[in-house]
């Protein structure tokens, strides 16, 4: 069971029904739909799903904009539908946020396959996100607690261990993390 919905993006309702009722038989949670990409990104504001379907081309645009748009905004892995005529350009244009771009018509089989592997491809991208934004934070207060060692070395005539182990001592007294003792030092000087 996927907690998480689907939201289908495509000027058919016909086609809309049927890949409704493959999206609820394969456990998820809810289906929402749009008719085209003016009411897609309208909806998407009200409406975290798990994974998008873009069935190519959509009333009011080709649908590579709208992957566009929503990508950086959601974590839902996103599966396009295009016609062959559109297949290259559209894979150009939106591999680079792992979009996923396939030829119509399409097996039900290969579309469920695609679904499981977009939705778990965008979760590990996500968790490697958040490993990278983490290290890149500590990095910085890393960098932070540098400098103010050096603010000690220059100004108060520490050696470099000494100014390390200053900083190590009053946030272990204090209780307080080492940024904020380097805060404190550069706020004294």
């Given at each position: 069971?996927?907690?998480?919905?689907?939201f289908?993006?495509?000027s058919?309702?016909?086609?809309?029904k049927?890949?409704?009722?493959?999206?609820?038989?394969?456990?998820y949670?809810?289906v929402?739909?749009?008719?085209?990409?003016?009411?897609a990104?309208?909806?998407l504001?009200?409406?975290?799903?798990?994974?998008?379907?873009?069935?190519?081309?959509?009333?009011?645009e080709?649908?590579?904009?709208l992957v566009?748009?929503i990508?950086?905004k959601t974590?839902?892995?996103?599966?396009?539908?295009?016609?062959?005529?559109?297949?290259?350009e559209?894979?150009?244009?939106?591999?680079?946020v792992?979009?996923?771009?396939l030829p119509?018509p399409?097996?039900?089989t290969?579309?469920?396959?695609?679904?499981k592997?977009?939705v778990?491809s965008?979760?590990?991208?996500?968790?490697?996100?958040?490993q990278n934004?983490?290290l890149?934070?500590?990095?910085q207060?890393?960098?932070?607690?540098?400098?103010?060692?050096?603010?000690?070395?220059?100004?108060?005539?520490?050696t470099?261990?000494?100014?390390?182990?200053?900083?190590?001592?009053?946030?272990?007294?204090?209780r307080?993390?080492?940024?904020?003792v380097?805060?404190?030092?550069?706020?004294?000087?």
């Amino acid at each position: 069971m996927n907690a998480r919905g689907v939201f289908i993006v495509c000027s058919k309702p016909e086609l809309i029904k049927d890949l409704r009722a493959l999206m609820l038989q394969q456990g998820y949670s809810s289906v929402e739909y749009a008719l085209s990409a003016s009411e897609a990104r309208r909806k998407l504001d009200y409406f975290e799903p798990g994974l998008i379907l873009v069935n190519a081309p959509l009333q009011d645009e080709l649908g590579v904009e709208l992957v566009l748009d929503i990508a950086d905004k959601t974590d839902a892995g996103i599966i396009v539908l295009s016609r062959h005529e559109h297949l290259a350009e559209m894979q150009y244009k939106l591999e680079r946020v792992g979009a996923l771009v396939l030829p119509k018509p399409i097996s039900r089989t290969i579309l469920i396959q695609t679904a499981k592997f977009a939705v778990q491809s965008r979760k590990s991208i996500k968790g490697l996100k958040l490993q990278n934004d983490d290290l890149e934070k500590r990095i910085q207060d890393r960098k932070i607690v540098e400098k103010a060692k050096w603010i000690l070395v220059e100004k108060m005539n520490m050696t470099e261990p000494q100014a390390h182990r200053y900083i190590q001592k009053r946030a272990m007294d204090l209780r307080i993390s080492q940024l904020k003792v380097a805060e404190e030092i550069f706020n004294s000087f």
